[in-house]
């Protein structure tokens, strides 16, 4: 029997992580074999999420035998995937971001505009009336939570927070609101790491007008952490551009509980069509204001598709 090999994006957040173990729950509930996989290191947040629920870390790979079945959660964008995707066959896809992907042969898709990856595997659960065991609903939270930044992102829906509430019922996390404090100070917490390694904890490229951009984003608790690094991650934003070929990359610090949205390019060119594309203004401390710009998805990449495309 064939085993579906699970994976959600490169540089995995706790959506990522969290929707390929639920996934890889369902499937084998449905009576498949399943292997939940990730394609780099946990971050801070997911570290403390697999803490909290003492969760078996998928194995970290970079490829697989040819021809091996994938399961993609949480992405559908050939850059964001395992290397060399083509040479293996799809067979299913759980995604709540656009769709930019063409493949070779049918295959499932289940896509919706939700907050989460882990909000449809919740809702394939309690469709198919798979009972969710206290893990599972716990990292599902997780996944949840962190993806709508405690519904605060505008890619919050109700059903999230619905799907929060039911999976509670299970998980019994005593406040929700405090783990998912908790989970963004894991995050925020990021010790000595260098500038590059900053801009790329959470970083994904984009394809706009036939050229690739970069685009880091750090959600935190504490923006000075990076807005007091100006120099450096203009210096690393240089590095990963020269060294990806691309054409542009930005990185936003994304101040969680304020709701803002600080940002720097690695040119002038960009720079300036990012300041339009935004309307947005240069602050002493060097960033631009992208004022509530949260949502790397909703916001932030649909309005430079707009404003380079357009
Ligand atoms: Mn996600």
Redo the contacts with the bound molecule.
């Keep these: 029997m064939t085993t579906y090999k699970i994976i959600g994006h490169k540089n995995p957040?706790t959506?990522?992580i969290c929707?390929a173990i639920a996934m890889q729950e369902f499937m084998k509930a449905k009576g498949h074999n399943a292997q939940a996989y990730r394609l780099g290191e946990l971050n801070k947040e997911t570290q403390f999420v697999m803490n909290y629920t003492s969760s078996i870390i998928p194995e970290l790979v970079t490829s697989f035998e040819e021809k091996s079945e994938l399961i993609l959660v949480?992405h559908n964008e050939k850059a964001q995937s395992i290397d060399n995707l083509e040479q293996y066959s799809l067979y299913y896809i759980v995604d709540?971001?656009k769709f930019s992907l063409e493949t070779s042969a049918p295959l499932y898709i289940r896509a919706e505009p939700i907050g989460?990856?882990c909000s449809i595997v919740a809702k394939m659960f309690s469709e198919e009336q798979i009972e969710i065991s206290k893990e599972l609903a716990t990292l599902m939270i997780a996944?949840i939570v962190s993806?709508t930044l405690y519904f605060r992102s505008p890619t919050t829906t109700h059903e999230d927070r619905e799907l929060v509430e039911m999976l509670n019922e299970i998980a019994q996390i005593e406040d929700v609101e405090k783990f998912s404090l908790d989970m963004f100070s894991a995050k925020s917490d990021l010790g000595d790491i260098t500038a590059i390694e900053m801009i790329q904890i959470d970083y994904k490229e984009f394809e706009f007008n036939g050229n690739m951009y970069g685009i880091g984003v750090m959600e935190t608790t504490n923006a000075q952490y990076g807005i007091n690094r100006l120099s450096e991650i203009k210096e690393a934003l240089t590095q990963i551009q020269e060294r990806d070929n691309l054409t542009g990359v930005m990185f936003s610090v994304v101040d969680i509980l304020d709701e803002k949205n600080y940002s720097i390019c690695s040119n002038e060119e960009f720079g300036v069509q990012v300041q339009q594309a935004f309307s947005s203004t240069l602050l002493e401390n060097g960033f631009l204001d992208l004022g509530g710009a949260l949502s790397r998805k909703k916001q932030i990449v649909p309005t430079l598709k707009n404003f380079l495309e357009g």
Excluded: E, I, L, V
């Design positions: 957040d959506d990522a929707s949480d709540h971001h989460s990856t996944g993806d």
